[in-house]
Protein backbone atom coordinates (compact mmCIF):
# COMPACT_ATOMS: atom_id res chain seq x y z
CA UNK A 1 0.00 0.00 0.00
CA UNK A 2 1.19 3.55 -0.54
CA UNK A 3 1.79 5.64 2.36
CA UNK A 4 -1.40 7.27 3.41
CA UNK A 5 0.01 10.07 5.15
CA UNK A 6 1.63 12.89 2.69
CA UNK A 7 4.03 15.51 3.87
CA UNK A 8 2.66 17.46 6.25
CA UNK A 9 1.42 20.89 4.86
CA UNK A 10 2.62 24.46 6.54
CA UNK A 11 0.98 27.34 7.49
CA UNK A 12 -0.17 28.16 4.06
CA UNK A 13 -1.31 24.79 3.05
CA UNK A 14 1.76 23.97 1.20
CA UNK A 15 3.07 20.67 1.68
CA UNK A 16 6.73 20.75 3.64
CA UNK A 17 10.05 18.71 3.02
CA UNK A 18 11.30 17.79 6.31
CA UNK A 19 14.01 20.35 5.47
CA UNK A 20 11.58 22.96 5.30
CA UNK A 21 10.08 21.85 8.56
CA UNK A 22 13.60 22.24 10.20
CA UNK A 23 13.93 25.53 9.16
CA UNK A 24 10.59 26.77 9.35
CA UNK A 25 10.15 29.97 11.47
CA UNK A 26 7.40 28.59 13.77
CA UNK A 27 9.45 25.52 14.26
CA UNK A 28 12.44 27.88 14.95
CA UNK A 29 10.51 30.24 17.38
CA UNK A 30 9.09 27.51 19.46
CA UNK A 31 5.57 27.65 18.09
CA UNK A 32 5.13 24.32 17.32
CA UNK A 33 5.43 22.88 20.88
CA UNK A 34 3.90 19.69 20.48
CA UNK A 35 6.06 16.92 19.42
CA UNK A 36 4.44 14.76 17.06
CA UNK A 37 5.40 11.61 15.69
CA UNK A 38 3.81 9.96 12.46
CA UNK A 39 4.53 6.08 11.06
CA UNK A 40 2.45 3.22 9.60
CA UNK A 41 1.92 0.22 11.77
CA UNK A 42 0.54 -2.94 9.97
CA UNK A 43 -1.20 -0.80 7.00
CA UNK A 44 -2.99 2.25 9.40
CA UNK A 45 -1.14 5.86 9.54
CA UNK A 46 -0.65 6.63 12.76
CA UNK A 47 -0.05 10.09 14.25
CA UNK A 48 0.32 10.83 18.02
CA UNK A 49 0.77 14.29 18.86
CA UNK A 50 1.89 15.12 22.62
CA UNK A 51 -0.36 17.46 24.65
CA UNK A 52 0.35 17.36 28.18
CA UNK A 53 -1.82 20.01 30.17
CA UNK A 54 -4.44 19.99 27.24
CA UNK A 55 -8.02 19.28 28.18
CA UNK A 56 -9.45 17.20 25.50
CA UNK A 57 -12.31 19.19 25.22
CA UNK A 58 -9.88 21.70 23.62
CA UNK A 59 -8.27 19.21 21.32
CA UNK A 60 -9.69 19.63 17.63
CA UNK A 61 -9.52 16.97 14.80
CA UNK A 62 -11.34 17.23 12.10
CA UNK A 63 -11.24 15.74 8.03
CA UNK A 64 -11.85 18.34 5.37
CA UNK A 65 -11.70 16.57 1.83
CA UNK A 66 -8.28 15.02 1.95
CA UNK A 67 -6.61 17.20 4.77
CA UNK A 68 -6.55 15.68 7.97
CA UNK A 69 -6.59 18.96 10.60
CA UNK A 70 -5.01 18.33 14.41
CA UNK A 71 -5.65 21.40 16.70
CA UNK A 72 -4.84 20.61 20.06
CA UNK A 73 -4.95 23.78 22.72
CA UNK A 74 -3.55 27.26 21.48
CA UNK A 75 -0.78 25.34 19.31
CA UNK A 76 -0.74 25.39 15.20
CA UNK A 77 -3.00 23.43 13.35
CA UNK A 78 -1.11 20.31 12.27
CA UNK A 79 -2.05 19.15 8.47
CA UNK A 80 -1.64 15.60 6.75
CA UNK A 81 -2.46 14.95 3.55
CA UNK A 82 -4.43 11.75 3.30
CA UNK A 83 -4.46 9.44 -0.13
CA UNK A 84 -7.31 8.29 -1.65
CA UNK A 85 -6.46 4.31 -0.27
CA UNK A 86 -7.37 5.50 3.14
CA UNK A 87 -10.58 4.78 4.76
CA UNK A 88 -11.93 8.11 5.81
CA UNK A 89 -15.08 6.96 7.87
CA UNK A 90 -12.65 4.81 9.87
CA UNK A 91 -10.36 7.52 11.00
CA UNK A 92 -10.10 7.13 14.86
CA UNK A 93 -8.47 9.18 17.53
CA UNK A 94 -8.08 8.54 21.21
CA UNK A 95 -6.78 10.66 24.08
CA UNK A 96 -5.08 9.25 27.02
CA UNK A 97 -2.54 10.78 29.90
CA UNK A 98 -1.92 13.75 27.69
CA UNK A 99 -1.18 11.49 24.07
CA UNK A 100 -3.92 12.04 21.41
CA UNK A 101 -3.39 9.11 18.68
CA UNK A 102 -5.26 9.47 15.10
CA UNK A 103 -5.55 6.05 13.50
CA UNK A 104 -6.08 6.18 9.96
CA UNK A 105 -6.73 2.87 8.38
CA UNK A 106 -6.26 1.43 4.20
CA UNK A 107 -9.43 0.92 2.40
CA UNK A 108 -10.23 -2.09 1.71
CA UNK A 109 -8.96 -3.07 -1.94
CA UNK A 110 -12.10 -3.18 -4.25
CA UNK A 111 -12.07 -6.15 -6.31
CA UNK A 112 -14.83 -6.56 -8.54
CA UNK A 113 -15.07 -10.38 -10.65
CA UNK A 114 -16.79 -8.99 -14.30
CA UNK A 115 -17.97 -11.58 -16.01
CA UNK A 116 -16.78 -11.99 -19.84
CA UNK A 117 -20.23 -12.53 -22.23
Known amino acids: MENA???????????????????????????YSRSTY?????GTAVIKVETPGVDKKDLNVKLEDDTLRIKAGDSKTLCYTLSSKVNFKGIVAEYKD????VR???KEPNV????VK
Open 5 to 31: LALRRNRWGVPMTLLDRFFDDDYLSGA
Open 98 to 101: GLLT
Open 104 to 106: VPP
Open 112 to 115: VDVP
Open 38 to 42: DYEED
